[in-house]
């Protein structure tokens, strides 16, 4: 149980472009989603937490406008990266949690390359 | 501070143990995590404690937490070649599934046949 899937696995776009990410729960409802960026040998950092049908709470120094969190239904969360560039290049990782104190499960992650 | 370190690498030898350890900061902490991460893949969830926990067993892992020193570890016993990637100790400051969690840099553990 507890399986998180997330899509696209790999992107490779040019500078300009927007790219969605998909993260969605097959076997439960997430009540909270979260988004992580990890760059090459380094940690995970937390982006944004999206609670189903409210706005998603950025981290300080996250853009809002750069990277906008839908949270459209309790098993869906999508992140698009909007006008991506070279050093929006990374390891993107969402996570989403049952409700009470269930610990958060992850999906595979969406490597993204802008060329 | 929110910090929450690691060593970063550790070798041991196939069938030996592997001890990760892990140090926070913050006493408040509620859940504390050990997640395994792969290459090029997310994140697995291998087992979590309680705060108010001293200790946890799952088969091979074994997990130790003094509050008091605010170190947790990680005990994998009859290591395998299939135990190689990185060891992410986590804690989390909140009762309820909102609550963010910390991430320490990671522990690559890597196997010597």
């Known amino acids: 149980g507890a399986v998180v899937s997330q899509h696209p696995s790999w992107v490779i776009c040019k500078s300009g472009t927007s790219v969605k990410i998909e993260c969605r729960s097959l076997?439960?409802?997430?009540?909270?989603m979260f988004w992580y960026r990890q760059f090459p040998k380094q940690s995970l950092m937390l982006m944004a937490t999206?609670?189903?049908?409210?706005?998603?709470?950025?981290e300080q120094g996250v853009e809002k406008d750069k990277f906008l969190i839908n949270h459209a239904s309790l098993t869906l969360s999508t992140l698009t990266v909007t006008s991506a560039h070279p050093e929006d290049s990374s390891f993107y990782i969402c996570?989403?949690?049952?409700?009470?104190?269930?610990?958060?499960?992850f999906g595979d992650g969406t490597r993204l390359s802008i060329l | 501070g929110e910090d929450v370190e690691q060593s970063l690498f550790l070798s041991v030898r196939e069938g030996d143990s592997s001890v990760i350890n892990c140090t926070y900061t913050?006493?408040?902490?509620?859940?504390l995590y050990w997640y395994k991460q792969e290459p090029g893949a997310g994140l697995q969830l291998l087992t979590y404690?309680?705060?108010?926990?001293d200790m946890k067993q799952d088969q091979r892992l074994t997990v130790l937490l003094n509050k008091k020193d605010k170190h947790l570890s990680l005990r994998i016993a009859d290591t395998q070649t299939g135990d190689s990637a990185i060891y992410f100790c986590?804690?989390?400051?909140?009762?309820?599934?909102?609550?963010?969690?910390?991430f320490g840099s990671g522990t690559r553990l890597s196997i010597r046949p």
């Open positions: 913050d006493s408040s902490s509620t859940y």
């Open positions: 999206s609670n189903e049908g409210s706005k998603a709470t950025y």
């Open positions: 996570s989403a949690v049952q409700g009470g104190n269930q610990p958060q499960h």
């Open positions: 076997d439960f409802q997430a009540t909270t």
């Open positions: 986590a804690e989390s400051r909140g009762y309820s599934s909102a609550s963010k969690i910390i």
């Open positions: 404690i309680f705060s108010n926990m």
